[in-house]
């Protein structure tokens, strides 16, 4: 089959200052994951290379560039799945480690189990040999001038946060020569969250899946009303009634009339064809060539 990797890095009202970034960091992100399945790796190779491009880029709020929670830290989440036989690994709450991701994949890779919090996922990582970086080595400048004012009392960096300020949870999916799909994301939070507070990204059936047999689904937004919503699994049982563009647009109606909720997805299915849709003023993302 021909390899096909779509990319998304998240939907808000992207300002037109940002755009271009956006827009180079989502295609440098496609080139490097196509890169791979063009060389013959497989679909979770590509996703995990494709997501680390985004992580290392300070544009998105996933690795460098994630928000700080209400105490002023870094909780990153990331997790990716695989279509053949279902497997999943995913982290949430973590720190002090370059790329999520590559700790989400090491869980698929080599744990019985799915996913992994906080300092149990550190231990993972340190039973990988995943190398350990400052805790502070994913925030930005901005991020922490933000997180000061926020403590000084200037809300206005929370208002409207799921149309205004933004946010920017990255992912990919891919389909393999092989026919096999991937799916994943990773992200930095949302501004000034609770301590603790786990949003949609990492979620098998709410922020992503995969199967080869129904498809794979990507997601990104407003986490709580994606959870609520089931939105990954939604998505995927309307495209087995409908093409996949319509089963997308579908999929994000639901989100934002039974819940309210803001956000957007990109679907593949089996065969290859795409749908992406969102109820944000943008989002950013590349779906394969000649789509």
């Known amino acids: 089959m021909k390899p096909l990797l ?5 939907a808000w009202n992207i300002p037109d200052d940002l755009w271009p970034a956006h827009q180079r960091g989502t295609q440098r992100a496609y080139q490097e994951g196509m890169a791979v399945l063009d060389q013959g790796g497989n679909a979770l190779d590509a996703i995990t290379t494709a997501i680390r491009v985004l992580e290392d880029d300070p544009t998105f709020d996933a690795g460098i560039g994630s928000f700080l929670n209400e105490d002023s830290d ?3 989440d990331a997790g990716l ?18 790329n999520p991701i590559d ?24 039973k990988a040999g995943i190398p350990r970086v400052a805790d502070d080595y994913h925030v930005l400048p901005r991020e922490r001038e933000i997180s000061q004012a926020i403590a000084g009392g200037d809300h206005s960096y929370l208002a409207e946060a799921w149309v205004q300020p933004g946010h920017d949870t990255v992912g990919a999916i891919a389909r393999d020569k092989s026919g096999t799909l991937a799916a994943g994301n990773s992200t930095g939070g949302i501004r000034h969250k609770a ?13 992503f899946y995969a199967d080869n047999y129904l498809g794979a689904v990507i997601c990104t937004g407003w986490g709580e009303s ?33 819940l309210q909720g803001f956000g957007g ?26 789509h």
């Open 6 to 10: 779509a990319i998304h890095g998240g």
């Open 74 to 76: 870094i909780e990153m």
């Open 81 to 98: 799945m695989e279509g053949l036989h279902l497997h999943s690994g995913a982290v949430v709450g973590v720190y002090g480690i370059a």
């Open 103 to 126: 700790l989400a994949r090491t869980i698929l890779d080599n744990s019985s189990h799915c996913l992994f919090t906080g300092e149990g996922a550190m231990r993972m990582a340190a």
């Open 195 to 207: 301590k603790g507070r786990v949003g949609d990204a990492a979620l098998v059936g709410s922020g």
């Open 226 to 258: 994606i959870m609520r919503s089931g939105l990954a699994m939604k998505a995927l049982y309307l495209l087995r009634d409908y093409p996949p563009q319509e089963a997308a647009s579908k999929a994000i109606l639901h989100l934002q009339e039974r």
């Open 265 to 290: 997805l990109i679907l593949m299915a089996p065969d290859g064809r795409c749908g992406v849709a969102f109820n944000t003023q943008r989002m950013a993302f590349h779906l394969p060539e000649n």
